[in-house]
């Protein structure tokens, strides 16, 4: 088998692999469930000499995927195009991923049971890790209301190329800001199972980067695509 075969066998409910574009010979990952299991055979990963780093050195950035997650209404959105907007003045190539946006096409056959919210955040971490590859800064909002399905995104990606971003807003802000008016459905118990009312939301616990109030103010959308762009410049993402 060659070095850039993908080594895949069975062990009990899980599998092993060895595989790019995360390779190191010998470097052996244990993944999660058999939900996550591939049914096709005979694959092969395919390679190219062109690779991430002369498409990051094109773009004098680093690809990665910036997270956002929270309640609706927290302002996740808000903060995803403040971000894209002041990236794209620096001359910085982003792509926003929003939830919402998401289930028009590529996600339109999932609802919102534990599921399909699961399978929701899976594919469009596989979206955002494509993008990340590519070199883009990824920018993905969507409530990612479970911890272990935004730690699953996390573990896609390379090296320390997720950082979360937790949109910290009280629930009654959300609900007071409520601009589509389904807080007001589901407390009229006219939507089942929404986040935050009849439905969980699990805060991230080791965030990157969290958005809070401050002395009961929410910073506009530039302070908070400010403390973004600070994080990113900090860590090196903005320059190859
Ligand atoms: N039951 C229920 N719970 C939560 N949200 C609901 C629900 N039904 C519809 N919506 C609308 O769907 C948007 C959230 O989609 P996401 O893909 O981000 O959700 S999830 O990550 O799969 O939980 C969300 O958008 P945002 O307000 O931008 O978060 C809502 O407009
Ligand atoms: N920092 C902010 N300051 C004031 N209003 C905000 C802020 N962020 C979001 N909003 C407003 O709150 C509402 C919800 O924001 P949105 O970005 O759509 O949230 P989400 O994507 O999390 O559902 C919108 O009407 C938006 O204009």
């Known amino acids: 088998m060659s070095s850039h075969s993908p080594l895949i066998y069975h062990h009990t409910n899980t599998i092993r692999f060895i595989h790019p574009p995360n390779f190191l010979p010998g470097k052996t990952i244990e993944t999660v469930s058999m939900a996550t299991l591939s049914n ?3 694959i092969f990963w395919q390679d190219c000499q062109l690779g991430k780093p002369e498409r990051q ?14 309640l609706s209404g927290s302002g996740k959105s808000t903060l995803a195009c403040s971000l ?3 990236l794209h003045s620096r001359g910085k190539l982003s792509y926003i991923l929003d939830g919402d946006n998401l289930r028009h096409g590529l996600n339109k056959d999932l609802g919102f049971k534990a599921e399909d919210r699961t399978e929701n955040i ?6 955002a890790k494509l993008f990340a590859d590519a070199g883009l800064i990824c920018v993905a909002s969507l409530i990612s209301p479970y911890r272990r399905d935004r730690d699953t ?11 979360e971003v937790y949109m910290n807003m009280p629930l009654s802000l959300c ?13 009229a118990g006219k939507i089942k199972g929404f ?12 965030c990157e980067i969290e958005i809070k109030e401050d002395s009961g103010v929410c ?6 695509a400010g403390k973004v762009v600070s994080y990113l410049e900090e860590k090196g993402y903005l320059e190859c």
């Open 219 to 224: 910073p506009t959308p530039y302070v908070m």
């Open 84 to 86: 894209s907007s002041e």
């Open 153 to 163: 995104c996390r573990a896609m990606l390379p090296d320390s190329n997720f950082i």
């Open 175 to 187: 609900e007071a800001r409520d601009p589509k008016g389904l807080y007001k459905l589901a407390r």
């Open 57 to 70: 050195k094109l773009l004098n950035q680093k690809g990665c995927v910036v997270w956002i997650t929270g």
């Open 122 to 127: 899976r594919r469009t971490g596989e979206v």
């Open 40 to 42: 096709a055979t005979n």
């Open 195 to 206: 986040t935050g009312i009849d439905d969980p939301y699990e805060p991230p616990l080791n």
